[in-house]
């Protein structure tokens, strides 16, 4: 962790929307925290460019590619994963630390060796794509032995931004579930990473739980020929992040408690359990790194109840990078939530746009990933009750992906009551890309 100068990273702000009005014994108060980071510079520079020194992040990457048996069904995929990787690879930075490695029921240094990282430059790219050309698809899947890995190589370097890519196209069968989670709370705050599932004989809850757990993105690509372009976008991504370890720091004064923490945009994430005590009455929430961009976060705090006329403070958000000496840097960004106890019915009963926008986009995702659960249980009733609810939020909020993404596993009768009929037959491949996207959030409409 390092400390940050003002013209090295992005400029953040906090937006607070709620309804601070609270009718008399009220104590719940509800409130989406808007953060947005700006001016970084990163995000559009072109590949190949280098930093003046002390001008950009130092960055690391380490590329976890699954050579597995089930890589050679088709021969294409693995043919097409090497391509995707080398894609990734040309579109590194310069002075950007990587490595690839080859996953199978053990993890392999492909390239550059050694235990370390190279240092991206036009040889090394080249030396890594001619390495590439020597993947070869055989043996079982240990997804935790590639974290494991990719977290000594990320740690080996000096470098501010630590990042993850992981391919895989098979269920982790080769370790226990418990070995995978174990590995997932080892790596979890040394590293973020996005997972990628090819093909569709691969476990959604796996995937989507590496990329929950180490604070990436989760996504399908059920075409193998679609890799190039998604791991470009991954690596431009990643290029673009600035600012690694940033936290949420929530402060409430005494008789008050944070009830849940959740990021609601551009996907939605539970932070709730991921709270690391910060100071008295302070808790931090982990939101990994950041580029230029903006995400929402939904904040329910109970507060103590008071008479009416009364204010107060429920809470105060700011945005920290933890320090390795214990302290953290206050990145100069602070909003405030309040409760105010009021007797007008009209004011203390209006809920907030934005609040109601993203609990409906919560329980979206929520009721998507209960009926495809049901479906596959055999409760076609039920998975018709929760499809159908999820119809309607989709329609309601406008989140027209969604919909058209839930239109291939149920028959829409009308959008507006949520009726539906499941489907006699869905392809697998479009029921994974809806479960697996199902967290994905639309902003609320200005």
Known sequence: MANFSKSSVPQFSVDVYQNEYLPEGGREVNAIVTVTATGGGTVGTAVGTSYAPGQGPAAGVALMV???????????????????????????????????????????????????????????????KQALRRLSAGGGTAIGTWLRLADRLLSSADVTIRHGILLTDGRNEHESPEDLKAALDSCAGRFTCDARGVGTDWEVKEVTGIASALLGTADIVADPTGLAADFTQMMETAMGKEVADVALRLWTPVGTTIKFV?????????????????????????????????????????????????????????????????????????????AVWTDDMVASTSINPQVAHYTGQAELAQAIQQGLDLRKAGDMDGATAKLGRAVQLASASGNADTAKLLAKVVDVVDATTGTVRLKAKVEEADEMTLETRSTKTVRVKK
């Open 262 to 338: 959740k990021q609601v945009a551009p996907t939605v994430a539970q932070l709730t359990d991921r709270r690391v005590e910060a100071g008295p009455r302070a808790g931090d929430y982990p939101t990994g790194s950041w580029g230029d961009e903006s995400r929402d976060y939904h904040v329910c705090v109970e507060v103590p109840t008071a008479g009416l006329g009364q204010e107060m403070l429920a809470a105060r958000v700011s945005l920290v990078v933890p320090q390795s000496d214990g302290s953290a840097q206050n990145l100069g960004a602070q909003g405030l939530i309040r």
């Open 66 to 128: 699954d050579c597995s048996g089930s890589m050679d069904y088709p021969p294409t995929k693995m043919r097409n994963a090497r391509d995707a990787t080398a894609a990734a690879i040309d579109t590194l930075r310069d002075g950007t630390h990587f490595a690839v490695i080859g996953g199978t029921h053990v993890a392999k240094e492909v390239y550059p060796g050694g235990g370390r990282l190279a240092v991206a430059d036009r040889a090394t790219r080249e030396q890594a």
